[in-house]
C-alpha cells in the first residue's frame, strides 16, 4: 500500500510523532494568551527544555526524569520573562523575542559537553497484541507514552478552560484584566502561573525534540518550531481541539516533505521546506480578514501589560 | 427599620499629591436607601472601594452590624453581605451572562443551575435576562441588569451603587428605580452613588454630601430642594449658561448636512449606522442623545473623517466631504472631540503641547516648511491652559498625568479655539465638575454664537437640553427626525431614545 514510495499508515504515525513538540508547545502558549499574556520566547523556552532535559536523562539515566528536567528549566526561564513583565512591567513583546535569543544562547553554553551523545532511550507503551493490528495498530499503538500524553493534555486544557471556575477566571482576566481586578481576583499572580505552564508545556515539547525526535543534542535543535507553535496558537483560534488540528496539519506537511523528498519527487527541495511557513501565512490572511479580531477569538487583553492602581 | 447596618467612623485615605477622604463618617440603616452626593473627584468611588475591600483605609474604622469590619479583599466584603454594581470596568464582553455572574459570585452552582436562578431571580426583579447571551451584544441597560443580578443573587444585606443611571433612558431608570425600591422594601440598605439631584430626591431616604473628600453636610432630599443640594456639593452658586437670540446668517446650504449616511461599524461589537440624516445651520446647535453603544462613537468617527462614506452622504456648505480624511475636513474648518480621551482624542504618554499641535497643526498652521514650529504650539497649548483654567503644573506634562476632568477641560479648549465652522463633540462634560461644565457648555453657545454649526453628542440629558436649539435621538444606529429642543418634555425623549429597550416585560403591576 506505498504511494509514490510512501506510505501512508508509517507517514500518519511519524505525522503523529513530528507534531508532538509544536503541539506541546502551542497548548502551552494558549493558556498563556488565553490569560491576555504574550510571551514570544516559546522558542527560547523549547530550546532550554531541549538542553535541560537532555543533561538531566544523561546524567541520571531516566527519560522520564529527563522530561521532568525540560519542563522544570523552561519553566525556569519563562519565570524570567513573568517578573520582567508582570512584576516590572516590561514589554512583552520585546521580553519575549529577548528570551528566545537568551534562551539559544544559554542552552548552547550549557550544551557544550554533550554534543555527540546519545539519550536513554524512551520505550514505547506496550499494548500487546493491539500493537500488532494491521495499519490500526501501527498508527495507534505504537508510540511513546508522550505522544498519548500531549492529547491528554489538549483534552485537559479544554475540560478546564470551559467547564471548570480555574479556567472561567483564566479567560476572565485574558479578556478585561481592570474588570478582574475590580472583582478581586489576583490578574498578576494568575498570569505568571500560566506564564509557569506555558513555560513547562514549552519545555516538554523541546526535551521530546532531543530525547525522541532527533534524539541527540544539536544547537539550535528547535529550528523555528517555537515560532510555528506560535502560529498554530493564532491558527487554532484560541481553541484547544484546533491546536491539535494545526499541529498534526504541520506535523503532517513537515513529515510529508521529508517523505517526498526521499522519494526523489520533482518538487525542488526548498518548495517543500517553506511549505508550512506558507500556508501558515494564507491561513493568517484568511482568518483576519473576516470581522476583524473579535471574529479571530482573540482574548481582548492580549498582550496588554496590567497595573493594579488604575 | 432604625437598626444600623454600617456606619464609617472617621474613615481617611490619602493618595500621593491629594487626599480622597478625610475623616468621613456616615451610617446606614437596614433598609435604607442613602444617597452618597459629590462632584467627580469628591471621594466618592475612594469610599466605596473601601468599603468594598478594594482599598484599605489609612486610619478611621469601619463597623457592619455592630461588628468591626475590615475587609481585606472584595470576596471577604461579599461574604460579609456587601455587594457593589459598578459604574464600568467590570463586565467580560466575550463571555456570556451566565459566566459573567459566576465570576461575580464566591461558591457559584454548576452552570445549569445558575442560569436557572439567573433567569428566576431577573424575572423576580423586573430585570428580564438570557444567560445565554454574549454579554458584548447587550445594551447598556442590559448589561447593568447582569450587575444587579449577579449581586442579587448573593443576598446582599447591603447594595452599593456607582452612578446606575448614567447609562440608561429615563424609562429603563423608572425600572430600576422600582426594583430599587422593592430591594429596600426586603430590607437590603442601598448605598446611592450619583450627582444627578434629581434622581436622589425621587429615590432617597436619607443623603451624605461630599466635597474635596470631606462631608459637608447631611440632608433628607426629599425636604430640601435640587438646588440648595446643588450648592452644598459644588460650594458656589451656580448660573446656568446665558443664550443670546440666534442671528440668522442667511446661507444657502447648510454647514453640515448628512444624507443617508450608512457605514459599518470599525469597533469591535460597535453599532454600524443606518441611513443617518440631518442638517446643522451656522450658528445652531444640533444635540444628539442615546444611550452609550447606540452608535455615538460611529457617528463621531463619520463627522470627523475617521471613518469614510461615499462622498455626497456628508456634505459641507454643499460640496461633498464623505470621503475625506480628518485633516482636510480640518482645513475646511472641522473640529472633533471624541468620548476616550485617553487614547483616542489625547496620546496619553505625549505632553500637553504636542497633543495641542496633533490636532490643531493645520488650523493653528502649526507647521514652518514642514517643521513643527514649537514655540507657537507651546504658546497656544498655554494660552488653551490658561483660558479653560486647566490645572497642571505645566504643559510639558503628559496627559495621562492630568485628572480625567481636567484632562476633558483641555481637550475640548483645544478644539473650541480653532476658529471652527463645524463642531462635532462627544459627551462635552464627562467627568468634569458642575463649574467646568456649565463653561464648557458656555463655551459651546459662543462658538455657536460666532457663527460654527455645533453638533453635540452627549448621555447627559442636562447638557443638551441647555446647549441644543434642536434635539435627536440615536438608537441601534438610527437617528431620529430632529425636534426643537424647546417643549420638549423628559417622556418625549425617553421614547425618542428608544423607550425601554424591548424591557417592556418589566413591572406589572
Not at chain 1, 509544536?22 to 497548548?27: E, F, G, H, R, S
Not at chain 1, 506555558?198 to 523541546?206: D, N, R, S, T, V
Not at chain 1, 473579535?294 to 487583553?301: D, K, L, R, T, W
Not at chain 2, 444585606?157 to 452612578?163: N, P, R, V
Request: charged residues 15%.
Amino acid at each position: 500500500m506505498d504511494f509514490g514510495g510512501i506510505n501512508p499508515a508509517v507517514l500518519v504515525a511519524s505525522l503523529m510523532v513530528a507534531s508532538v513538540p509544536i503541539m506541546l508547545a502551542a497548548i502551552g502558549e494558549l493558556v498563556v494568551e488565553k490569560a491576555g499574556v504574550l510571551n514570544l520566547g516559546v522558542e527560547g523556552m523549547m530550546i532550554m527544555g531541549a538542553i535541560c532535559g537532555f543533561i538531566t536523562a544523561v546524567q541520571t539515566g531516566s527519560p522520564f526524569l529527563g522530561f521532568v528536567g525540560g519542563a522544570v528549566g523552561a519553566a525556569g526561564l519563562s519565570l524570567v520573562f513573568a517578573v520582567l513583565t508582570q512584576v516590572l512591567q516590561a514589554n512583552q513583546v520585546a521580553t519575549g523575542l529577548a528570551l528566545t535569543l537568551f534562551g539559544l544562547g544559554l542552552s548552547s553554553l550549557m550544551g557544550q559537553g554533550y554534543v555527540g551523545i546519545k539519550p536513554p532511550l524512551t520505550s514505547q507503551v506496550p499494548f500487546g497484541p493491539l500493537a500488532d493490528l494491521p495499519v490500526l495498530g501501527r498508527i495507534l499503538f505504537n508510540h511513546d507514552p508522550m505522544v498519548y500524553l500531549s492529547i491528554i493534555i489538549i483534552a485537559a486544557v479544554w475540560a478546564v478552560l470551559k467547564f471548570s471556575r480555574m479556567g472561567l477566571v483564566l479567560r476572565a482576566v485574558g479578556e478585561s484584566h481592570d474588570a478582574a481586578h475590580a472583582l478581586g481576583y489576583k490578574v498578576t499572580r494568575i498570569r505568571i502561573l500560566a506564564i509557569l505552564f506555558g513555560g513547562a508545556m514549552a519545555g516538554l515539547g523541546g526535551a521530546y525534540l532531543s530525547l525522541v525526535r532527533v534524539p541527540q543534542w544539536t544547537d539550535g535543535i528547535t529550528a523555528g518550531a517555537g515560532w510555528i507553535a506560535l502560529a498554530i496558537v493564532v491558527f487554532a483560534s484560541w481553541k484547544p481541539w484546533r491546536v491539535l488540528i494545526g499541529a498534526y496539519l504541520f506535523g503532517g506537511i513537515s513529515v510529508l516533505q521529508l517523505n517526498l523528498q526521499a522519494a526523489g519527487a520533482r518538487i525542488p527541495v526548498e518548495y517543500l521546506s517553506m511549505s508550512p511557513y506558507v500556508i501558515t501565512i494564507i491561513v493568517l490572511v484568511i482568518m483576519s480578514s473576516g470581522k476583524g479580531r473579535a471574529s479571530m477569538n482573540a482574548p481582548a487583553a492580549l498582550g496588554q501589560n496590567f497595573h493594579a492602581s488604575r | 427599620m432604625t437598626t444600623e447596618l454600617l456606619r464609617i467612623d472617621g474613615v481617611t485615605k490619602a493618595y500621593p499629591g491629594v487626599v480622597a477622604n478625610s475623616d468621613v463618617s456616615f451610617a446606614i440603616s437596614k433598609g435604607e436607601i442613602h444617597a452618597l452626593l459629590g462632584e467627580n473627584g469628591a471621594g466618592k468611588s475612594t469610599l466605596v472601594k473601601m468599603i468594598y475591600g478594594l482599598v484599605k483605609p489609612d486610619s478611621g474604622s469601619m463597623a457592619l452590624h455592630g461588628q468591626p469590619y475590615a475587609p481585606a479583599r472584595p470576596s471577604a466584603a461579599r461574604n460579609s453581605g456587601v455587594a457593589m454594581v459598578f459604574q464600568h470596568f467590570s463586565l467580560f464582553e466575550a463571555l456570556n451572562v451566565a459566566e459573567n455572574v459566576a465570576l461575580g459570585m464566591e461558591n457559584p452552582p454548576p452552570m445549569r443551575t445558575l442560569a436557572e436562578k439567573i433567569s428566576a431571580v431577573s424575572t423576580e426583579y423586573g430585570l428580564p435576562l438570557d444567560p445565554t447571551r454574549r454579554v458584548g451584544d447587550l445594551s447598556a441597560g442590559e448589561r447593568q441588569r447582569v450587575e444587579i443580578v449577579r449581586c442579587l443573587l448573593q443576598d446582599p444585606k447591603l447594595l452599593i451603587m456607582d452612578e446606575p443611571t448614567s447609562v440608561l433612558t429615563p424609562q429603563e431608570v423608572d425600572i430600576l428605580f422600582q426594583t430599587l425600591r422593592q430591594l429596600s422594601a426586603e430590607g437590603t440598605a442601598i448605598l446611592y452613588i450619583s450627582h444627578k439631584l434629581e434622581e436622589i430626591r425621587a429615590l432617597c431616604d436619607e443623603a451624605t454630601i461630599l466635597r474635596r473628600g470631606k462631608v459637608v453636610g447631611t440632608c433628607t432630599p426629599r425636604d430640601v430642594s435640587a438646588r440648595d443640594m446643588a450648592e452644598m456639593m459644588v460650594g458656589a452658586v451656580l448660573t446656568p449658561p446665558a443664550r443670546s437670540a440666534r442671528k440668522d446668517w442667511g446661507d444657502a446650504h447648510a454647514a453640515l448636512e448628512v444624507t443617508g449616511l450608512s457605514a459599518a461599524s470599525p469597533i469591535p461589537f460597535g453599532t454600524s449606522l443606518k441611513d443617518i440624516t440631518f442638517s446643522v445651520q451656522r450658528g445652531e446647535v444640533l444635540g444628539i442623545a442615546g444611550v452609550a453603544g447606540n452608535g455615538q462613537d460611529e457617528l463621531l468617527l463619520a463627522l470627523s473623517g475617521e471613518l469614510r462614506s461615499a462622498p455626497e452622504m456628508v456634505k459641507c456648505f454643499g460640496s461633498p466631504i464623505g470621503d475625506t480624511p480628518p485633516n482636510a475636513r480640518r482645513a475646511l474648518g472641522f473640529v472633533a472631540a471624541p468620548e476616550d480621551r485617553l487614547g483616542h482624542a489625547a496620546a496619553p504618554d505625549m505632553s500637553l503641547v504636542e497633543n495641542a499641535f496633533l490636532s490643531g497643526a493645520v488650523r493653528k498652521t502649526l507647521t514652518r516648511n514642514g517643521f513643527i514650529d514649537w514655540s507657537k504650539t507651546k504658546r497656544w497649548a498655554e494660552e488653551v491652559v490658561a483660558q479653560y483654567d486647566v490645572r497642571t503644573p505645566g504643559t510639558w506634562v503628559a496627559a495621562r498625568a492630568l485628572s480625567g476632568g481636567n484632562l476633558q477641560k483641555f481637550l475640548i479648549g483645544r478644539e473650541l479655539s480653532q476658529a471652527p465652522e463645524v463642531v462635532i463633540i462627544n459627551q462635552p462634560t464627562w467627568g468634569v465638575d458642575a463649574a467646568a461644565a456649565a463653561f464648557i457648555r458656555q463655551e459651546i453657545l459662543d462658538r455657536a454664537q460666532d457663527g460654527a454649526a455645533v453638533v453635540v453628542i452627549s448621555q447627559d440629558l442636562d447638557d443638551l437640553l441647555e446647549v441644543s436649539d434642536r434635539f435627536a435621538a440615536l438608537n441601534e444606529g438610527r437617528l431620529t427626525p430632529a425636534r426643537p429642543t424647546e417643549g420638549l418634555t423628559v417622556d418625549e425623549i425617553g421614547l425618542m431614545m428608544g423607550g425601554a429597550h424591548g424591557m417592556e416585560v418589566a413591572h406589572h403591576g
